[in-house]
C-alpha cells in the first residue's frame, strides 16, 4: 500500500484548479483570447423584460442579455423616433436593467411596435399586443385581481371537494378507481405546467438559462417534497400516509394554480385575454376536477370539515396570488420558477401515490380506464380555456 | 398525533407566507403610471404633454459638421492653362470612417475625405477638371462623375476601379453646367453607395446664377441592421440635424438649395417647405424653372435647383412628405429673421 496522505491528495485535488484560475488569468492577460475579440463588433442584445402603461406614457423594462455592455442609443415607436428617457443609464453592462420611459400618446386598445435602437444600429423590436392602461395595485385593483382568483381558482377547488361525501359512498373499489382517476388528473396538470414552463423558458434570453431555472425549480420542490413525505411517513407515531398525500396533493395543485393565476392575470393585463363569462365558467369546470385529486387520498379515512376546507384554501387561494402578481409585477423569472417549482410538487405527488401500488395493480383495466379518464376529463375541460 | 398535523399544516401556510413574501418583494416595481414632470404651455394656456418625434441628445460636431457641410463648397486649387483655360485640382481620398447618424449611432461607412457626402465640389462650366483620387480603403473603390466624358474616365467598370492604396487622376471637363452627383461604382453598388461614398458635383453656368445664400441637401437613409430598409432618414446625413439646430436665414433673402437624392432601397424622396413657395429647376440645367411649387419629389439619381424666398419672418419646418421619413430623421427648420422688426414666433 502506498502512503496516502491526506494533504497529498487535497494537493491534488486542488491542482487543475490552480491550473485553470492560472490560464484563466493568462488569456484575460494577453492570451488567446485577443485572438478572439480584436475586431469584433460587441454582441448586442437587448430583452424587454416588461411594458407598463400610464396615461400618456409608455414604460419598458429592459435587460443587457447579451455578453457585452450595450448602449440604447434612440428609441423608435410605430417607426418614428421620440424622445424619452432612460434610467439609470443609456449604457448597460451584462445583465443590468434599465426603465425606458417615452412620453407617447397611445390610443386604447391599439398594437404599439417599439424599437430600440442600439450604438451600432442593432434594432430590437418590442411589441405591445394590445396597449391598455396598466393597473396599479389599488383597493379597487386588488379586489378585481382577487375576486378572478376566486373564480377561477378557490371557488372550483371547493365545488371538487363537495363531491367528498359522495364518494366516500361509493366503496373501496371506486376509491382504487379514484385514485387512479387523481393519477390522471395530476398527469395532465404536470403536462401542462410543463408545456407553460417551457413556453415562458423560450421567451426569455438565452443567458438567462429559462430551461434550466424551470428544472432546478422542479427538482428542488420534487426532492424537498420527497422528503417531508417520508419524514411525516416515519414518525413514530405515524402521521396516516392518506392524509400527508392529500396535503401534498393540495399543495402541488396550489402550486400549479399559482402559475395559472400569473398566466391569466397578466394576459389579462396585456390584452391577450378578454375574460368572458364562457372562459370563467371553463376554469371552474377545469379546476373543479383538481378537488376529486385532493380528497382522493383520504377516502378511506374519512376527514373533518375543518380539514378539507384547509386543503382547498392551499390548492385553490394560490389562485389569487397568482392573478395579483401576474396583473401588478409580472415578471418571467419568477413565473417561470414557479411553474418548475408546481411541476415538481405535482410528479412528486403522482410518485408517491403510484409508489403505493404494484405496477400490475395500476394496468390493471379498470384502473388504467380511471387513469385514462381523469386525463381526458382535464383534456376536455381543457378546451373552454384554451386561451390561458 | 391530531397536534402534529396542525403543526404540518402551520409549516405549510408559513412557509407560503414566507414565499408569498420573498415573491412580492423580488417582483414589487414603482408606480408605473409616474406623470411626465416636464410640461409646456400651448394654445389658450393648454399644458403639452411633452411629446416628441424626434432623437434624444445631440452628435459629436468633431466627426462631421452638419452646419458647415451645409454651405461649404470645395472650388479646388486654381491656375490657368495656357490657353486660357481654368484649370481645377482637387484631392479626394476614400477611408473607412466611423460616423454618427443619430446621437448616439454610429455607422461605419466609407467616405471620401471622411465625411458623408464627400465633400461638394464646384466648378465652372468648360473648367478643366483634374481629380487626384487615392483609395485609402480597404477595397477597390472609384469615382464615376454624372456628366460628359470618356469612357476611360467613367469609373464603372471592373478594370476603372482603384485597387486600395491605389491612385488615379480623373480628367475631363466640367458640362454640362446644373447640380449633378458624383459617387462610388464599385459592386456591389447598393452597398458602395449606401456606405457613404457620394458627393455633390456642381457645375456653375458660365453666366453665374442670381446671387444668394446657397446650400446643399443630401437626402440619404442608412439601413443600419441590413435588412434592405432604411432605419434612419436625413438630409445631409444626421437624423432631425437641422430640427435640433435650425437653419438661419432672412425674410425676402434669395436661397438657393442644391437638392439630390441618393438615398437607397426606396423609390422615391420628397422635399417640402412650409409657408413658402419655390422655382424648381430639374438639374439645374435649363435657365426656366419647370414648377412653381412647395413639395418636389426626385428618384434614386435625381437632384435639382430649389430657389426660394421667405415672405414672413418665424420657424419653418422642411420635411419630407413622406411622413415615414421625417419621423426617421429627414425634417428640419428655417429660422427666418426679419428683415426689420420682431419675428412672427407662431
Not at chain 2, 106 to 132: C, E, H, K, S
Amino acid at each position: 500500500m502506498k502512503d496516502r496522505n491526506p494533504l497529498t491528495t487535497l494537493a491534488l485535488g486542488l491542482l487543475p484548479l490552480v491550473l485553470l484560475g492560472l490560464m484563466i488569468g493568462l488569456i484575460l492577460r494577453q492570451g488567446p483570447a485577443k485572438l478572439f475579440t480584436e475586431d469584433i463588433p460587441p454582441v448586442e442584445d437587448i430583452h424587454v423584460l416588461q411594458h407598463l402603461l400610464g396615461e400618456d406614457v409608455i414604460h419598458l423594462d429592459i435587460v443587457n442579455s447579451g455578453a457585452d455592455p450595450t448602449t440604447v442609443a434612440q428609441v423608435m415607436v410605430r417607426g418614428a423616433f421620440w424622445q424619452h428617457t432612460v434610467t439609470p443609464d443609456r449604457t448597460l453592462n451584462p445583465l443590468q436593467t434599465a426603465r425606458v420611459t417615452i412620453h407617447y400618446p397611445w390610443v386604447d386598445g391599439e398594437p404599439y411596435q417599439i424599437v430600440l435602437y442600439t450604438r451600432s444600429g442593432l434594432t430590437f423590436e418590442y411589441e405591445i399586443e394590445v396597449a391598455l392602461t396598466t393597473p396599479l395595485p389599488d383597493a379597487k385593483a386588488l379586489l378585481r385581481f382577487g375576486m378572478l382568483g376566486v373564480y377561477v381558482g378557490v371557488i372550483p377547488v371547493a365545488l371538487g371537494i363537495c363531491w367528498f361525501p359522495f364518494l366516500r359512498r361509493i366503496g373501496t373499489g371506486g376509491l382504487s378507481f379514484f385514485l387512479n382517476l387523481t393519477v390522471g388528473l395530476l398527469v395532465f396538470l404536470v403536462v401542462d405546467t410543463v408545456e407553460e414552463g417551457l413556453k415562458v423558458a423560450v421567451e426569455l434570453p438565452e443567458v438567462y438559462n429559462g430551461v434550466g431555472l424551470f428544472l432546478l425549480g422542479l427538482a428542488g420542490t420534487y426532492l424537498i417534497l420527497m422528503g417531508v413525505n417520508s419524514w411525516a411517513r416515519a414518525r413514530p407515531s405515524g402521521i396516516d400516509a392518506g392524509v400527508v398525500i392529500a396535503w401534498l396533493t393540495a399543495l402541488g395543485i396550489g402550486l400549479h394554480n399559482l402559475g395559472e393565476g400569473l398566466a391569466i392575470g397578466s394576459a389579462y393585463v396585456l390584452g391577450e385575454l378578454s375574460l368572458g363569462a364562457m372562459l370563467i365558467l371553463g376554469f371552474t369546470l377545469h379546476n373543479s376536477t383538481e378537488g376529486i385529486a385532493i380528497v382522493a387520498p383520504i377516502l378511506e379515512k374519512g376527514a373533518a370539515v375543518k380539514r378539507l376546507i384547509g386543503l382547498g384554501l392551499l390548492a385553490g387561494s394560490p389562485t389569487i396570488l397568482g392573478c395579483w402578481i401576474g396583473a401588478f409585477t409580472y415578471s418571467q423569472i419568477w413565473a417561470l420558477l414557479f411553474l418548475g417549482i408546481g411541476a415538481g410538487a405535482l410528479l412528486q405527488v403522482i410518485v408517491v401515490i403510484a409508489g403505493r401500488k404494484k405496477p400490475s395493480e395500476i394496468l390493471a383495466p379498470a384502473n388504467l380506464a380511471g387513469l385514462l379518464i381523469g386525463y381526458l376529463i382535464m383534456y376536455g375541460t381543457g378546451f373552454l380555456v384554451g386561451a390561458a | 398525533m391530531m397536534k402534529r398535523r396542525i403543526h404540518f399544516g402551520i409549516w405549510i401556510l408559513a412557509g407560503g407566507l414566507i414565499l408569498s413574501l420573498a415573491l412580492a418583494y423580488a417582483t414589487f416595481l414603482p408606480d408605473p403610471a409616474a406623470p411626465p414632470t416636464d410640461t409646456e404651455v400651448g394654445l389658450d394656456g393648454m399644458l403639452l404633454r411633452p411629446y416628441r418625434g424626434m432623437t434624444v441628445g445631440d452628435v459629436n460636431k468633431d466627426l462631421f459638421d452638419a452646419d458647415a457641410y451645409l454651405t461649404h463648397f470645395e472650388t479646388g486649387s486654381v491656375s490657368l492653362l495656357p490657353d486660357g483655360r481654368t484649370l481645377r485640382e482637387f484631392v479626394v481620398v476614400a477611408v473607412n470612417k466611423e460616423i454618427e447618424i443619430a446621437p448616439g449611432v454610429m455607422f461605419p461607412a466609407w467616405t471620401y475625405n471622411g465625411q458623408v457626402p464627400g465633400p461638394t465640389l464646384r466648378a465652372t462650366d468648360g473648367d478643366l477638371i483634374r481629380i487626384y483620387f487615392k483609395n485609402r480603403g480597404d477595397r477597390p473603390h472609384s469615382m464615376h462623375f454624372h456628366g460628359f466624358h470618356p469612357a476611360s474616365m467613367d469609373g464603372a467598370v471592373l478594370k476603372q476601379l482603384v485597387p486600395p492604396g491605389g491612385d488615379f487622376v480623373y480628367e475631363f471637363n466640367a458640362d454640362p453646367a446644373g447640380v449633378h452627383l458624383y459617387h462610388c461604382h464599385a459592386t456591389p453598388l447598393t452597398q458602395h453607395i449606401h456606405n457613404g461614398l457620394y458627393g455633390f458635383w456642381i457645375v456653375d453656368p458660365k453666366e453665374a446664377r442670381a446671387p444668394a445664400k446657397e446650400m446643399v441637401m443630401m437626402l440619404n437613409g442608412f439601413d443600419t441592421n441590413f435588412d434592405e430598409e432604411n432605419e434612419v432618414y436625413a438630409v445631409n446625413t444626421i437624423a432631425f440635424h437641422y430640427a435640433r439646430h435650425p437653419i438661419k436665414v432672412r425674410q425676402h433673402e434669395l436661397l438657393r438649395i442644391y437638392l439630390a437624392n441618393i438615398t437607397e432601397f426606396d423609390f422615391l424622396n420628397s422635399f417640402h417647405v412650409h409657408a413658402t413657395f419655390f422655382d424648381y429647376y430639374p438639374t439645374g440645367t435649363q435657365p426656366e424653372p419647370r414648377d412653381f411649387t412647395d413639395t418636389v419629389i426626385q428618384g434614386q439619381g435625381e437632384r435639382g435647383l430649389v430657389e426660394l424666398k421667405f415672405p414672413y419672418p418665424g420657424r419653418y419646418m422642411f420635411h419630407a412628405h413622406k411622413t415615414e421619413f421625417a419621423e426617421r430623421g429627414w425634417m428640419g427648420f428655417f429660422d427666418v429673421e426679419a428683415a426689420e422688426g420682431p419675428a412672427d414666433e407662431g
